[in-house]
């Protein structure tokens, strides 16, 4: 079957051939285990966290990312939709509050197999990069409870700069919109879960605060009132970077500038941690305790 799960709609056969995100027709995952640093309607309060499945590979592939080895250079052990579903009720038995499925674009099909062998009886969360189809994300409603995009970078300039995608604002805004038309506006239960709903994420990038600001300016004036928005400011120069003024971290008074922008909007959130931006915080992938 010819491959058009995402915006790169790279047309292939990934069972004879790779497109962009040089992945073939078996899973690969790099890490399911639970993951305590998200954000608190993601993680919880009770200290076991989200229940985190990373997928290898990315469709989006931005020069800077903090999870190089899994999203470029696609490291992972390849599992069966049985295998996976399998590790999903060890996830759920370890008392997780949610269970995210993080970058799985690529493995939509397979995805969607694995749940209907068995659906963990807690909220879903599909985190990604915001570059998905419309129609794509159509097949997973129903099914994903939360929504955890990326919004990224508002100029095609820096949409091409940063991963090859011009179109990328285009893209996210469109799937952020569908995002939000399946899950309406936030719902939290008695612990502050979210069990339904779309949370955004943004990451402030040095020099590029104007972007972060007309971005914000967007989600207050497109996405249903009370969309919250995850702040992050983490940003460190990942991945052997090489693109100019990317190649430090941001400043104080940039956070500042950005923070108070959002509280300006009057957007609802969550800050970032300063201390949040270190490599510490970049999990273990792809050896034997990164599987539950
Ligand atoms: S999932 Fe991979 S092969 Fe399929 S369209 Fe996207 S980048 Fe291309």
């Not at 805004?173 to 399946?182: G, I, K, Y």
């Not at 950005?258 to 992938?285: C, I, K, N, T, W």
């Amino acid at each position: 079957m010819r491959c058009e799960l995402c915006p790169r709609r790279c047309g292939v056969d990934r069972a004879v051939s790779r497109g962009f995100c040089g992945l073939d027709s078996e899973m690969l995952i790099a890490r399911i285990a639970p993951h305590l640093w998200e954000e608190p309607p993601i993680s919880g309060s009770r200290g076991t966290g989200t229940g985190a499945v990373f997928f290898s590979g990315c469709t989006l592939r931005c020069a800077y990312c903090q999870n190089g080895d899994i999203s470029h250079r696609n490291q992972g052990q390849p599992f069966s939709p049985r295998q996976l579903s399998d590790a999903l009720r060890r996830l759920t038995d370890l008392g997780v509050v949610s269970i995210s499925f993080i970058t799985a674009t690529p493995f939509v099909p397979q995805l969607l197999e694995a749940l209907e062998l068995w659906r963990p009886p807690l909220p879903l969360v599909w985190n990604s990069s915001g570059y998905e189809l419309p129609e794509t994300l159509r097949r997973l409603e129903g099914v994903i409870d939360v929504y955890l995009p990326d919004l990224k970078h508002w100029s095609p300039a820096m949409g091409k700069l940063c991963a090859g995608a011009p179109d990328y604002f285009d893209v996210a805004s469109r799937a952020l919109t569908e995002m939000c038309r399946q899950t309406g506006t936030p719902v939290y239960d008695a612990e502050g879960v979210m069990t339904r709903g779309t949370l955004v994420r943004h990451l402030i990038l040095p020099g590029l605060t104007g972007e972060s600001m007309k971005l914000l300016t967007w989600v207050r004036d497109t996405l249903p009132p009370g969309t919250p928005v995850s702040l992050m400011r983490q940003y460190i120069p990942c991945n052997g970077v090489s693109i100019p003024g990317l190649d430090r971290r941001v400043t104080e008074r940039e956070y500042e500038r950005v923070r108070a922008h959002m509280a300006a909007l009057e957007l609802p959130g969550y800050l970032q941690e300063p201390d949040s931006a270190d490599r510490d915080f970049v999990p273990v992938f792809n050896q034997p305790e990164s599987f539950v």
